[in-house]
């Protein structure tokens, strides 16, 4: 048990549609970090949030956005899904930018798009 | 170029015997962390070891080591006395201490079953 939470665990949404998944970071961490898990390969780093800002964004699309709250919760909003926007989403948290030893993962969100 | 590497899809180790998981990786940057992950079927990346790129010696936790060869840029994961538990994919990882965030680069990973 790491102390992150996901949320919704599965859900299936048709293409052109918008989804909202949702991250509890580990208590004391201010990090958040979001991957894209699609089958067979490993995580992809979308982009994380430190203190309520964007600070680092891998090669995602603008439809691809997020949000951390002021007790460092964070949202990942997809717009527009496309059917290779199916994949397991995995939420981390760290303390401080998290550039220590580990980061912590949640279970994740599978989403299906059909 | 891939940043990191695992050239092994698939893996059989009979429980109680050891077996080594390879990785390779690709960086400029002088400073780095290397990590193991375990990826149980239900989805969670639990992790396993973290090397330091100036860590002189290999880091070791419980039953996991990390065979690092810096010259030769890998980082293995040996885990001894496999046990029946051990069975999920395990992915290398590296971050690159340049970026100012956790920017985490995974490879394709290694499933491992063992056989009781």
């Known amino acids: 048990e790491t102390g992150v939470t996901q949320s919704p665990t599965h859900l299936i949404k048709t293409r052109g549609q918008q989804v909202t998944l949702r991250c509890s970071s580990q208590s004391g961490h201010n990090t958040v970090s979001w991957y894209q898990q699609a089958l067979g390969q490993g995580p992809q780093f979308i982009f994380q949030?430190?203190?309520?800002?964007?600070?680092g964004r891998g090669n995602f699309p603008p439809r691809f956005s997020g949000l951390q709250f002021p007790n460092y919760s964070s949202e990942l909003n997809v717009n527009a899904l496309e059917l290779d926007d199916s994949a397991l989403y995995l939420c981390?948290?760290?303390?401080?930018?998290?550039?220590?030893?580990?980061?912590?993962f949640g279970e994740g969100s599978w989403l299906t798009v059909v | 170029a891939q940043k990191i590497t695992q050239t092994q899809p698939g893996m059989f180790v009979q429980e109680k015997e050891a077996v080594t998981l390879d990785c390779t990786y690709d960086?400029?940057?002088?400073?780095?962390?290397l990590f193991w992950y375990k990826q149980p079927s239900s989805g969670e990346m639990i992790f396993l070891i973290y090397?330091?790129?100036?860590?002189?010696q290999n880091a070791t936790e419980g039953r996991y080591s990390l065979n690092f060869q810096k010259a030769r840029k890998s980082a293995n994961l040996v885990i001894s006395a496999s046990q029946l538990g051990d069975s999920a994919m395990y992915f290398c990882a590296m971050r690159e201490i340049a970026y100012n965030f956790n920017k985490f680069y995974f490879g394709s990973g290694t499933k491992l079953n063992v056989k009781p």
């Open positions: 949030y430190y203190r309520e800002e964007e600070n």
């Open positions: 090397q330091g790129s100036y860590d002189q």
């Open positions: 960086t400029s940057d002088p400073s780095y962390g």
């Open positions: 981390a948290s760290s303390p401080d930018r998290g550039l220590g030893n580990t980061i912590y």
